[in-house]
């Protein structure tokens, strides 16, 4: 299990994702950075689920499409035939169902997007982590159904672990727009806010903090992507992340925005010196 969350901005999409994996106790196993980017087509893509997904997914997109447009036009299917024709792989890591998203800039539509498509089986164990989840009609059930392509919200995290009632509770600016909103700050607290709140990915599961390493910012606009880390985390290999310590988030607040304010400036006048 991972965690990320996402923002959308008019001229940019930005994902922040954690570094650890885990065993499904939750024992960290290692650290890696669980964005791949495809420069050759401008988007960055990531999965939940078994860590060995995101590569096999990489290595398919390859010189497979001329550019982002291209991909999202035959998704479902190219997701579809990738996960089935390496299923077995999967299933060896214990529950196989994977979460799929992309990240790019759409020529096509002058605009970033980003796209999520669940790889699996109608009748696969239910997310205890997926209550934030598009409802049918009358509330029964998602229609998250297998091989679907579905748009990313302009704001949205997995796992939705959090109603916008606990956001607002932290102080996270909902009256904002996300064009509005700072990823370096806003972003980051909802990925500290889950450093401290345990959860499960399937019933089957024990709850335990799986948000761990570094969170990695990763940006997609129109002229390309970058990365940076916004903050390293003391997590240990061979150890469960230990739920981080309660906060007052306005104060927290106040110091991320002095950071990055500061880190800002600095970098400012570094393109100006040089």
Not at 95 to 108: I, L, Q
Not at 141 to 151: A, E
Not at 179 to 200: F, G, Y
Request: with cysteine; glycine share 6%.
């Amino acid at each position: 299990m991972t965690s990320i969350v996402v923002m959308k901005h008019p001229d940019a999409i930005h994902l922040l994702t954690d570094s650890a994996s885990y065993t499904v106790d939750g024992v960290v196993t290692g650290f890696e950075d669980k964005v791949s980017v495809l420069p050759d087509i401008n988007m960055a893509i990531f999965t939940r689920g078994p860590v060995i997904a995101r590569h096999l997914f990489a290595l398919s997109l390859v010189d497979r499409f001329a550019s982002f447009d291209d991909f999202i036009l035959d998704a479902p299917n190219h997701v579809r035939k990738v996960y089935l024709d390496h299923e077995d792989m999967l299933r060896q890591c214990g529950h196989p169902d994977t979460e799929f998203y992309c990240f790019g800039w759409s020529e096509h539509r002058q605009r970033p997007e980003g796209y999520q498509i669940r790889c699996g089986y109608e009748d696969s164990a239910c997310y205890t982590d997926a209550k934030s989840a598009p409802k049918l009609k009358g509330g029964k059930g998602v229609y998250n159904k297998p091989f679907i392509l579905h748009s990313v919200a302009n704001l949205s995290m997995a796992p939705g672990i959090f109603s916008s009632d606990d956001l607002k509770a932290a102080g996270f600016p909902f009256h904002l727009a996300t064009e509005d909103m700072t990823p370096e700050v806003d972003m980051l607290q909802i990925m500290e806010m889950m450093r401290r709140k345990p959860c499960a990915r399937f019933p089957d599961q024990s709850k335990t903090i799986t948000c761990g390493g570094r969170a990695l910012l990763t940006t997609v606009t129109r002229r390309g992507s970058s990365q940076k880390v916004l903050v390293e985390w003391p997590d240990a290999i061979g150890e469960p992340i230990q739920a981080a310590a309660p906060v007052d988030w306005k104060v927290w607040r106040d110091g991320a925005t002095f950071r990055h304010k500061l880190t800002s400036s600095r970098r400012a006048l570094r393109k100006v010196a040089a």
